[in-house]
């Protein structure tokens, strides 16, 4: 089964910080453009940030300066930096991929992981 595993979220403090990680499986053979989504409470699905395999970077206006969008693709892993956090962004973070296995090129999601942002 091809899977991405998020990792990184959880509690912080407006002004805090947090890392978030996405992993691709072991059967995935290589990986095109990835990247973070969130969904905050009654709310849509919106972009957040995207990289190509070749790294060229794009971000929603809302976290702009604020957020850095990575990845190290011999790990098959993109990371999502995200600093000086408001309430505002506080949603379930899932990260997607269009991958290469051995079923062919997938999209895939992860299962995604909550931030929230809360003094």
């Known amino acids: 089964q091809v899977q991405l595993v998020e990792s990184g979220g959880g509690l912080v403090q407006p002004g805090g910080s947090l890392r978030l990680s996405c992993a691709a499986s072991?059967?995935?053979?290589?990986?095109?453009?990835m990247g973070w989504y969130r969904q905050p409470p009654g709310k849509q699905r919106e972009l957040v940030a995207s990289v190509t395999s070749a790294g060229s970077t794009n971000y929603a206006d809302s976290v702009k300066g604020r957020f850095t969008i990575s990845r190290d693709n011999a790990k098959n892993t993109m990371y999502l930096q995200m600093n000086s956090l408001s309430p505002e962004d506080t949603a379930v973070y899932y990260c997607?991929?269009?991958?290469?296995?051995?079923?062919?090129?997938?999209?895939?999601w992860g299962q995604g992981t909550l931030v929230t942002v809360s003094s």
């Open positions: 997607n991929a269009e991958v290469a296995s051995h079923l062919g090129y997938l999209e895939v």
């Open positions: 072991s059967n995935v053979f290589s990986i095109n453009d």
